[in-house]
């Protein structure tokens, strides 16, 4: 059946994803079984170098941190019920600046929800998942170039930034498949984790003007190293508020705000004197896709923007918004959970939201609103 | 590095604890543990979490890493499975009472696995830090002098690390048995865990005849099962294992078309709807395959549904799908409420009531049941509705299911549907 010529396949966003996750370095895969995750712990078995099946999502994060502070680059995925549970531990490795990468599988909630439905409700749950308000780098993929490209960018991120770092995906991107030209995806370049050159005495959490500190990994032979999740020193000795240790707490929001432009990813697909905008993210970017073409069929100018790397939230995101007439941010979830972080819960005069919780948003709503 | 009795593995830091406490006496004696077993410091991850029992972070001049509250032996197992395939690499974990009772499941976890490591359960029989409350060790005879919860049995962690698989697991008392004991954890391949009792006196046992009294048991038990190595896989790319399809013959329709194939699981729905989404790229078209069943997998409806379009699909909802092909009551209970008169329903005939013919005039009955088995009902059906309506040509539906293991059986399917 195999042809020189052909590179189409059947194929789903899980395999993709493992796969990029894999070839970009991610070298550990640590799961409990959850809805609509079952593809990535299927496809993460077959791949992945090392594979745990944990006994819970507390054990799985717990896990993953010890083995990223061994120098070991795991990843997981899960849904809300599990994402619930790891809150903690997303705090200890975010705070001890552990790379690893999580996959979230947005269900319908609350609580249990619907399993096999799929939504986009988690993004609020991200924007405050740290204690204290700092942000975490969430990149969510709008199609399944995406889950290729951002599931390498997620493991550069995690290196790069020393730190946990979200994939917000969705059922209906991970759990269906679709015919997909293999040629379409970009080579991938395996992270190469450069170990770093100390003179002098090594504190694990001293940073140069990059703001994140070299990583050495437990057990290495050359400098002992001390990692905490309590505040603490450049040197990991645990104070209260003091003002050493309050600056590197800084530092953990700083290191990402200071290099807001490498972790902003987005397409802005333009129009010459188009003055409406549609704004989304996820899945919902495929009936935007739609809505965008049969807008454009029928005279209409407007332009697009997929915002793909969601948080921290980028100020050209602003910049961008701020150029239109009317603006529409498409989202499938009840409240417009991105448009609230980019402008609160206060209704913006020219800015209409399209929002649906159960059911994919479909094209027509979006053309609806922008007519 | 060559090390000796004069190593040191703690820092210079005083120690922390309230006087009398007796945490600083297991410090010791492990720092004497190691100097015997003439550790390198950079071969030791000393792991630690909250409480009382935390405090020791500070005091280890090793590698350390500092969690959070009854998680230490989690995480300690995470790096031990991290370092697992460095020479001499050491996890030595630290837990109290407390912690222990949280994490109660890490530790049976960690036991099972019997990863190289060990875990010290400085067991001081209460919550030191937030007012001296009982935790899940606390003594029986501790909890009778103190008369609360007298009658709930404390957790016996030895037995049931042991029960788990544990390789060593040891509850020691005398302060004189701990260097030796942790000696012998610490030489263990494999998870071991020492739960050392000590006084708090702050909220507890002041003196260590009152402690010998209460804590009793003392226990020593060993299985002889190897320590459990890791070793990374070697795995092929799931891209290259990915089936490559080529455009072989022409498609019929003309735009886009959706299709539901509604039955029971177990029918085979989900298999056929990926065989017509195969089967539609050979014919050259994009093509989508989404599958819908409850939870328990085995049971109940099983639906599926497939998009044919020459042009790109990016949304791949299915509101209004074109045809309806309903093999089982499961199937059409579940699909009745999206049913409409400008679809073609091919139903089987087994299915249809008056109400369903008021309802949808046109409905094309068939009956399905009858040309093939349970199990092959849904591949009939769906064979008879592709050929009835020039969607796609049979033979690329026979080439979707050449790669399948029941290709026989399958093909001999199409073939006397399409007779």
């Given amino acids: ?46 791949r992945f170098p090392q594979f745990y099946a944990a006994p819970d999502e507390i054990t799985t994060f717990q896990w993953m941190a010890g083995m990223s502070a061994a120098g070991r680059l795991p990843a997981t995925s899960s849904a809300f019920p599990g994402i619930a549970l790891m809150v903690e531990s997303i705090n200890m490795a975010y705070a001890m600046e552990l790379p690893l990468i ?48 951002l599931s390498v960018r997620a493991v550069k991120t995690a290196v790069k930034f020393r730190t946990p770092v979200f994939l917000l ?5 991970v759990m269906y498949q679709k015919s997909f030209d293999l040629s379409k995806l970009k080579p991938i370049t395996k992270v190469e984790r450069q170990k770093p050159k100390i003179e002098g005495e090594y504190l694990p959490y001293k940073a140069d003007e990059s703001l994140v500190p070299p990583f050495l990994p437990l057990g290495n032979e050359e400098h002992l190293v001390r990692i905490t999740a309590s505040t603490h020193d450049e040197a990991a000795n645990i104070r209260k508020n003091d003002p050493e240790a309050l600056a590197n707490t800084r530092r953990l929001r700083d290191k990402f705000l200071n290099r807001i432009d490498e972790l902003t990813i987005y397409n802005l697909d333009k ?30 100018k407007v332009d697009m923007l997929v915002v793909k790397s969601l948080l921290p939230v980028a ?4 910049d961008i918004i701020d150029r239109y007439d009317k603006v529409v941010i498409a989202e499938e979830n009840l409240t417009g959970q991105y448009k609230e972080i980019l402008y609160g819960n206060r209704p913006i005069k020219h800015i209409k939201q399209v929002n649906k919780m159960g059911n994919m948003i479909h094209p027509q709503e979006i053309i609806d609103a922008v007519l | 590095m060559t090390t000796n009795l004069k190593t040191t593995y703690l820092t210079d830091k005083k120690f922390p604890f309230c006087p009398g406490c007796g945490h600083g006496i297991s410090i010791n004696a492990l720092n004497k543990a190691l100097q015997e077993l003439s550790y390198d410091p950079k071969d030791i991850i000393v792991v630690s979490d909250i409480g009382c029992s935390g405090l020791i972070d500070p005091l280890f001049a090793t590698h350390t890493i500092h969690g959070l509250h009854g998680r230490s032996p989690a995480l300690g197992l995470g790096v031990a499975m991290g370092v697992a395939q460095k020479q001499n690499k050491k996890v030595i974990a630290f837990i109290g009472d407390g912690g222990a009772t949280i994490g109660l499941q890490h530790i049976l976890e960690a036991a099972r696995r019997n990863i190289d490591m060990t875990l010290i359960v400085l067991n001081n029989l209460l919550y030191g830090m937030t007012g001296g409350q009982i935790s899940g060790l606390s003594t029986q005879k501790y909890k009778e002098i103190i008369d609360f919860e007298k009658d709930v049995p404390p957790f016996d962690l030895i037995q049931l690390t042991h029960a788990s698989g544990a390789r060593f697991a040891v509850r020691v008392n005398a302060p004189n048995k701990i260097k030796d004991t942790l000696k012998k954890a610490i030489e263990t391949e494999g998870f071991s865990i020492v739960e050392a009792a000590s006084l708090c006196p702050s909220y507890g046992m002041k003196r260590m005849n009152e402690l010998m009294e209460v804590v009793e048991n003392e226990n020593i038990l060993e299985h002889k099962r190897p320590a459990t190595k890791i070793v990374d896989q070697e795995t092929p790319s799931l891209i290259e294992q990915s089936q490559v399809i080529e455009t072989k013959f022409d498609a019929g329709l003309k735009k886009r078309k959706g299709i539901i194939i509604a039955g029971s699981a177990g029918g085979g729905a989900q298999s056929v709807a990926r065989f017509l989404a195969i ?38 909802g299915l509101d209004k799908p074109d045809y309806f092909i309903i093999v089982t ?28 013919r008021y309802a949808f005039p046109e409905l094309i009955v068939v009956p399905f049941s009858k040309m093939a088995n349970r199990k092959s009902t849904a591949l009939a059906a769906a064979t008879y509705v592709l050929n009835k309506e020039q969607i796609l040509p049979i033979e690329a539906l026979k080439e979707a299911v050449g790669t399948h293991r029941l290709k026989d059986v399958f093909v001999d399917v199409i073939d006397k549907v399409t007779v």
Wanted: net charge neutral.
């Fill in chain 1, 1 to 46: 059946m195999k042809t020189k010529t052909s590179t189409k396949t059947l194929i789903d966003g899980s395999k993709l994803m493992i796969e990029a996750l894999v070839q970009a370095g991610a070298d550990t895969f640590v799961a409990y079984p959850i809805t609509p995750s079952n593809w990535m712990y299927k496809y993460g078995k077959q």
């Fill in chain 1, 102 to 149: 999580v996959i979230i599988t947005q269900r319908l909630g609350p609580s249990t929800g619907s399993a096999t439905t799929g939504a986009q409700g988690d993004l609020a749950i991200l924007n405050g998942i740290i204690s204290g308000g700092y942000p975490v780098p969430v990149f969510s993929p709008s199609s399944f170039e995406d889950a290729w490209e």
């Fill in chain 1, 169 to 173: 995906t969705s059922k209906e991107m």
């Fill in chain 1, 271 to 300: 129009q010459e004197g188009a003055k409406d905008l549609i704004v989304t993210w996820g899945i919902t970017a495929d009936a935007a896709r739609d809505a965008l073409l049969s807008l454009r069929q029928k005279g209409k």
């Fill in chain 1, 315 to 318: 100020p050209v995101i602003y």
């Fill in chain 2, 279 to 316: 089967a539609g790229m050979y014919a050259g078209l994009n093509t989508t395959m989404k599958g819908e069943y409850p939870i328990t997998v085995g049971t109940g409806f099983s639906v599926a549904e497939v998009i044919f379009d020459h042009k790109p699909i990016n949304y791949t």
């Fill in chain 2, 329 to 356: 009551e499961d199937g059409l209970n579940k699909v009745k409420p999206k049913l409409h008169r400008d679809a073609k329903i091919y139903i089987d005939e087994k299915l249809v009531t008056d109400d369903l």
